[in-house]
């Protein structure tokens, strides 16, 4: 009887074991939250030596499974793994060995239709093997090994311009630095069949100030250099000739690595690992968010009035503007000063009014700062630019761990 009632125990107490689920919420930061607040929530089941770790959408849809070998923050992945969009849609597929992406991996857009495979050796290098979409380009950092490299920028009305050099014969061009753009270039670069072509059949609809739309065809570049580093098929948008630049080093390349501005210096540095820059731990560090369109979003706090999703975009000339719609949510008291004047992009000229809130309070992150705050009647896009990073002697955008620094 005894033999029957400790097999019986046993029994009961290893399919509790092998089947216990704990269950951790998290808010849209993937920070411990309660359930009220969360926007994820992960369940874990063992699974022989290994766990069996499940991230969920709150709507219940998975956002990742995959095989670790440790659930302490933070997980170690050691196996299979598949990521999925918001509709249940796999992103990316494949495996991990001790968190490092080993393998072929998948990795698919547009609900699943464009397809690119992807192989990771063990040191951390990666080729692309082929896409499944003629008309999707794929920009590669043709790197071996960690790297930095520096190089000079000019500052023209808050605006960044660097040399860019394109093609074997490392032809110069100058190009501003946008973090809102992708990648473009104006005739001069896209007529140069030495290491230009166009992507037959690819085009997009871009807004001009009043509202109307401008096709523009898409080139690919063979080749691109700064300092010492190179990008391989760079994805570029034709772009409206000037007298200023060539182009834009848009958000595609961007999007690749870390990238370190110095206004002291007047430097711009890359680096494909953020522990290859120094003195870290000085620097004041503000979460962000990328978008789709590799855009970085950042959100202000005006006296709990959050406004959300504003992109940081260095081909911005000002510190803060705002839609006139969120505008006024924080102009609550009529304190705008208001003038009229002419709002231009490379294609038209609008008459409109401008609105200014002078050293207004706002957080991001738990950081304060002070700045005055733009509007007009036809802007539509929230936007921080260059003239507020200025104030910092440093900047670093960490597009690989989703973070923004700035020193003093």
Same mark, same amino acid.
């Given at each position: 009887?005894?033999?029957?009632?400790?097999?019986?125990?046993?029994?009961?107490?290893?399919?509790?074991?092998?089947?216990?689920?704990?269950?951790?919420?998290?808010?849209?930061?993937?920070?411990?939250?309660?359930?009220?607040?969360?926007?994820?929530?992960?369940?874990?089941?063992?699974?022989?030596?290994?766990?069996?770790?499940?991230?969920?959408?709150?709507?219940?849809?998975?956002?990742?499974?995959?095989?670790?070998?440790?659930?302490?923050?933070?997980?170690?992945?050691?196996?299979?793994?598949?990521?999925?969009?918001?509709?249940?849609?796999?992103?990316?597929?494949?495996?991990?060995?001790?968190?490092?992406?080993?393998?072929?991996?998948?990795?698919?857009?547009?609900?699943?239709?464009?397809?690119?495979?992807?192989?990771?050796?063990?040191?951390?290098?990666?080729?692309?093997?082929?896409?499944?979409?003629?008309?999707?380009?794929?920009?590669?950092?043709?790197?071996?090994?960690?790297?930095?490299?520096?190089?000079?920028?000019?500052?023209?009305?808050?605006?960044?311009?660097?040399?860019?050099?394109?093609?074997?014969?490392?032809?110069?061009?100058?190009?501003?630095?946008?973090?809102?753009?992708?990648?473009?270039?104006?005739?001069?670069?896209?007529?140069?069949?030495?290491?230009?072509?166009?992507?037959?059949?690819?085009?997009?609809?871009?807004?001009?100030?009043?509202?109307?739309?401008?096709?523009?065809?898409?080139?690919?570049?063979?080749?691109?250099?700064?300092?010492?580093?190179?990008?391989?098929?760079?994805?570029?948008?034709?772009?409206?000739?000037?007298?200023?630049?060539?182009?834009?080093?848009?958000?595609?390349?961007?999007?690749?690595?870390?990238?370190?501005?110095?206004?002291?210096?007047?430097?711009?540095?890359?680096?494909?690992?953020?522990?290859?820059?120094?003195?870290?731990?000085?620097?004041?560090?503000?979460?962000?968010?990328?978008?789709?369109?590799?855009?970085?979003?950042?959100?202000?706090?005006?006296?709990?009035?959050?406004?959300?999703?504003?992109?940081?975009?260095?081909?911005?000339?000002?510190?803060?503007?705002?839609?006139?719609?969120?505008?006024?949510?924080?102009?609550?008291?009529?304190?705008?000063?208001?003038?009229?004047?002419?709002?231009?992009?490379?294609?038209?000229?609008?008459?409109?009014? &401008?609105?200014?809130?002078? %050293?207004? /309070?706002? +957080? =991001? *992150?738990?950081?304060? !700062? @002070?700045?005055?705050? &733009?509007?007009?009647?036809? %802007?539509? /896009?929230? +936007? =921080? *630019?260059?003239?507020? !990073? @200025?104030?910092?002697?440093?900047?670093?955008?960490?597009?690989?761990?989703?973070?923004?620094?700035?020193?003093?």
């Amino acid at each position: 009887m005894k033999t029957l009632l400790l097999t019986i125990f046993l029994s009961i107490y290893i399919n509790f074991c092998f089947s216990q689920k704990d269950t951790t919420f998290f808010d849209k930061d993937w920070k411990k939250c309660v359930r009220t607040e969360a926007h994820f929530f992960r369940v874990i089941k063992k699974d022989g030596d290994n766990y069996l770790v499940k991230d969920m959408y709150i709507n219940n849809r998975p956002q990742m499974i995959a095989i670790c070998s440790s659930i302490e923050e933070p997980l170690i992945k050691n196996g299979k793994c598949t990521f999925y969009d918001e509709n249940g849609i796999i992103t990316s597929q494949g495996s991990y060995s001790n968190n490092k992406q080993v393998g072929l991996w998948m990795k698919l857009k547009n609900n699943g239709q464009d397809t690119t495979l992807v192989e990771y050796s063990l040191n951390g290098d990666f080729n692309y093997i082929k896409s499944t979409n003629k008309n999707n380009v794929v920009t590669t950092l043709n790197l071996s090994k960690t790297h930095t490299t520096t190089i000079p920028f000019i500052e023209k009305e808050n605006k960044l311009y660097i040399d860019v050099y394109f093609g074997k014969n490392k032809i110069k061009k100058v190009l501003v630095f946008d973090t809102d753009a992708p990648f473009s270039a104006d005739e001069s670069i896209t007529n140069d069949t030495s290491f230009s072509k166009i992507i037959n059949g690819k085009t997009s609809k871009i807004n001009t100030v009043n509202g109307k739309k401008s096709t523009v065809n898409h080139y690919v570049a063979n080749e691109i250099s700064i300092g010492d580093i190179s990008f391989n098929q760079v994805e570029m948008w034709e772009h409206q000739n000037n007298n200023l630049n060539n182009g834009l080093f848009g958000s595609n390349v961007l999007k690749t690595g870390i990238w370190q501005i110095n206004f002291v210096k007047h430097t711009l540095t890359f680096a494909d690992n953020i522990e290859l820059i120094k003195d870290l731990k000085s620097y004041i560090k503000i979460p962000i968010h990328i978008n789709e369109k590799n855009q970085i979003m950042v959100d202000l706090n005006f006296d709990e009035i959050i406004i959300k999703d504003i992109a940081v975009d260095f081909g911005f000339n000002l510190t803060v503007a705002l839609s006139k719609v969120d505008f006024d949510l924080i102009d609550s008291n009529h304190k705008a000063i208001v003038a009229t004047g002419s709002s231009n992009s490379s294609n038209d000229k609008v008459r409109t009014n &401008f609105y200014t809130l002078k %050293n207004k /309070k706002y +957080l =991001i *992150g738990n950081t304060e !700062f @002070k700045t005055d705050i &733009f509007s007009n009647d036809i %802007n539509r /896009k929230n +936007l =921080i *630019g260059v003239a507020f !990073f @200025k104030q910092f002697d440093i900047l670093i955008l960490d597009y690989k761990n989703r973070n923004l620094y700035i020193k003093k």
